[in-house]
């Protein structure tokens, strides 16, 4: 049979997610702030340059008071561009 999938995607990190213990440590780093954030401007900015991308990225770690890796926001950037969402 063709048709849908038997489970949306995501499922299964959404699961993974529910799964896991809250942790005070990994809520209190800047990079588990901004995950949100971070995949709201993948999914809005899905196909777009890499450049205009990371712009976006560089913003929401700097509104946050993080200091951007570059390296690591280029490469995010890159995957947003082939219209992948790495923060999802």
């Known amino acids: 049979m063709v048709g849908r999938p038997l489970f949306r ?3 299964q990190e959404g699961l993974l997610d529910l ?3 809250p ?3 990994l ?3 800047l990079s588990e702030q901004v995950r949100p954030r971070l995949a709201e401007v993948a999914h809005d900015r899905a196909g777009r340059s890499a450049a205009e ?3 976006v990225l560089e913003d929401v ?3 946050a008071g993080g200091e951007p890796d570059l390296d690591a926001l280029t490469e995010f950037a890159e995957r947003i561009e082939a219209g992948q969402n790495p923060f999802a």
């Open 19 to 21: 799964l896991r213990p």
């Open 53 to 55: 991308v990371r712009v």
């Open 9 to 11: 995607p995501g499922l």
């Open 61 to 63: 770690v700097r509104s």
């Open 23 to 25: 942790s005070p440590r």
């Open 27 to 29: 809520a209190a780093q």
